[in-house]
């Protein structure tokens, strides 16, 4: 029996997104996980999207994030208009947000005691989840032009090994009954 992991992405706008998605789906279903995710075709759930996103996350042992780029600002300033001490308007130019619900599953993950993983595309803003060290297993940033070689590569192996250990604890632990003491 696969192992059910909730995989948390943007639809993929670009084919390079398909391909590098549909690459390490096969590359964490050969590991033996079962990849799960929201989205018309999936496991789509029609009550509110939280509501669904929480009742694929408790059938699942761990969630894998892979914030796509996904919209461009040319332009951002942060803290506009400061005004108090030590802070100041910061201007970044060319600046890439993912989705937002690759905030909202890892953080949902993260309350359910869930393993997380999230691998970033090179240029997404690290903010919020997407800063490394925030969920605790380092946060790598990968190219599309690199696809199949950071999947196959000795990074993303070694994350995989890591994480699916996590995961495979979790997993065996569900089914363990409930310890009435220590």
């Known amino acids: 029996m696969k192992v059910p992991i909730f995989l948390s992405r943007p639809t993929p706008h670009l084919d390079a997104q398909k391909v590098f ?18 989205g018309p075709g999936s496991s789509y759930d029609y009550d509110a999207p939280l509501v669904g996103i929480r009742r694929l996350l ?17 332009i951002v300033t942060k803290y506009p208009g400061a005004d108090l001490p030590n802070m ?14 690759c905030q909202i599953e890892p953080a949902m993950a993260f309350q359910l005691g869930l393993p997380i993983l999230i691998m970033r ?8 989840v997407l800063e490394r060290g925030v969920t605790g297993l380092y946060l790598p940033e990968f190219s ?13 192996r070694s994350l995989l090994d890591q994480w699916g250990g996590y995961v495979r604890a979790t997993y065996k632990r569900r089914g363990d009954p409930p310890m009435l003491y220590d």
Not at 21 to 38: C, D, H, K, N, V
Not at 144 to 156: T, V, Y
């Open 88 to 101: 100041t308007a910061r201007e970044a130019s060319d600046v890439w947000f993912t989705s937002p619900y």
């Open 121 to 128: 595309e090179r240029g997404v803003l690290a903010e919020g």
């Open 21 to 38: 998605i549909a690459q390490f789906t096969e590359a964490l279903t050969q590991r033996g996980f079962e990849p799960i995710s929201m």
């Open 58 to 74: 408790m059938h699942c042992c761990g969630l894998v994030s892979v914030a796509f780029r996904r919209s461009r600002a040319s």
């Open 144 to 156: 599309l032009a690199d696809g199949a070689s950071f999947i196959n590569g000795a990074e993303c």
